[in-house]
């Protein structure tokens, strides 16, 4: 069965912190992995990976993927109270065009 | 717990046929959302309902119609399929300002 982890489910760090969120999964037919942000309604694009090894950045956050180990990693650098919210993995997988979404790392940055 | 159900996983539907997308969670959650998530784009919402009775129009309502007659259930209307709606559609529900669930997705094709 197709399925996406995260972890850690909840986190609470200070400002200044730097975060590591992680996202394993394990599909069949792998096409892409994606991070959101989720806040109060719609979740926010961040990045889509489909290359191992390839770093992407944006401001203070930036993602890598893992093909071999199956797993992504979401880092937040210097992190502000703005940066609090739940994070979404997902991987869209090929056959059927599925996309299976992890349950979420709710992450709440003191001030 | 199911969690959050859709049917039909698939479709083709002809252009100004009509459909209903259905979506059901068993968790008691209030706030239901139907989202389209496009090839390598984010998702957009396009209604949401904060409970049984009230929706609201999301950022991409145009072409589409919801109803909440009950907790459970809050199916998505198609009226004149338009090939510009073949997408993805996502159903996800969660309690206020908590963790969005999300459906297996419906995959919907209008030729």
């Known amino acids: ?111 | 717990n199911a969690g959050v159900t859709q049917t039909p996983k698939f479709r083709i539907l002809k252009i100004g046929q009509s459909m209903t997308l259905q979506c059901t969670q068993d968790m008691n959650h209030n706030y239901m959302y139907w989202y389209r998530q496009d090839p390598g784009m984010g998702l957009k919402l396009i209604y949401y309902s904060v409970g049984a009775g009230i929706t609201d129009k999301g950022e991409v309502p145009n072409g589409y119609n919801v109803s909440r007659s009950t907790t459970e259930d809050f199916p998505l209307r198609l009226e004149l399929a338009a090939p510009s709606q073949t997408s993805v559609y996502f159903c996800a529900s969660s309690y206020p300002s908590e963790t969005q669930y999300f459906g297996p997705g419906t995959r919907l094709l209008v030729l």
């Open chain 1, 1 to 111: 069965e197709d399925k996406v982890v995260q972890s850690p489910l909840s986190l609470v760090v200070h400002e200044g912190d730097t975060v590591t969120l992680n996202c394993s999964y394990e599909v069949t037919n792998f096409r892409s992995l994606l991070w959101y942000k989720q806040e109060k309604k719609a979740p926010t694009f961040l990045f889509m990976l489909t290359s191992s090894g390839i770093e992407k950045k944006s401001g203070r956050l930036s993602s890598i993927l893992d093909k071999k180990e199956l797993f992504s990693i979401l880092n937040i650098t210097a992190t502000q109270t703005g940066d609090s919210a739940v994070y979404l993995c997902a991987v869209d997988v090929n056959r059927d065009d599925k996309i299976i979404f992890g349950k979420g790392t709710r992450l709440h940055i003191l001030p």
